[in-house]
């Protein structure tokens, strides 16, 4: 199963931008980089995903680099309503699973 | 909301006991999966169902078992319970396609004591 790395935990400040790194340095082709967040006691909440290029939608963005071994989720302006355990996920055409790693947890600072 | 919808909320069991929790998918959904959450780590695949068969597993024993209904809504099972099952049970139903979103529950919290 592909693996993703993102760091354990970011702090933000209200109404600043937020980029969210992601390294998937094994994807292979067919893999959609899909990332979803977790607020306190409510199960995943899906945010965005893609394939190679870059994707924009209400809720963020996500830069996917050339070589698509990293990625980077972008909040436009942070509120405290984002604080929550962001995760990056690969999932694989055929398997439709999704391996959640440690994710990261963000913390928004008003 | 997602149209996902899980019951019951909470459940508290004996070590020992069965355990029935149920997954109400988002209409339109062929494909349902289930996840252990155990406090402070991420969420941990257990199996997956598609058009009623189980068509993928995590590393998880035998005694964790499923069911996918014609309707689509889904079951998990759990018999001979230990302390270690204590976490939140997700599960999330979606389409059969890699570039589409899947739609999470609130979850099951169950407590085995």
């Known amino acids: 199963d592909a693996k993703t790395t993102q760091p354990n935990s970011m702090e933000s400040n209200e109404e600043e931008p937020v980029h969210l790194p992601c390294n998937h340095s094994?994807?292979?082709?067919?893999?959609?980089i899909h990332w979803y967040r977790q607020l306190p006691s409510q199960g995943p909440e899906y945010v965005i995903h893609g394939l190679t290029s870059n994707v924009n939608n209400r809720m963020a963005s996500l830069a996917i680099a050339e070589d698509r071994k990293s990625s980077t989720l972008i909040l436009h302006r942070a509120t405290l309503r984002d604080a929550a355990v962001y995760y990056c996920?690969?999932?694989?055409?055929?398997?439709?699973?999704?391996?959640f790693g440690t994710g990261t947890r963000l913390k928004v600072l008003a | 909301e997602t149209g996902v919808t899980q019951s019951p909320t909470h459940l508290i069991k004996t070590r020992g006991q069965q355990v029935t929790l149920r997954c109400s998918s988002q209409?339109?959904?062929?494909?349902v999966s289930w996840y252990q959450q155990a406090l402070g780590q991420g969420p941990q695949f257990i199996f997956q169902y598609y058009r009623e068969e189980e068509n993928g597993r995590g590393n998880f024993p035998p005694r964790f078992s499923g069911l996918q209904f014609p309707n689509y809504s889904s079951e998990l099972n759990v018999n001979a319970l230990e302390l270690d099952d204590s976490a939140l049970y997700l599960c999330a139903s979606s389409l059969d396609l890699p570039n589409t979103e899947a739609f999470f529950g609130q979850g099951t919290r169950l407590t085995v004591v």
């Open positions: 996920i690969l999932r694989t055409s055929g398997t439709y699973k999704y391996i």
């Open positions: 209409s339109g959904h062929n494909t």
């Open positions: 094994t994807i292979s082709g067919t893999d959609y």
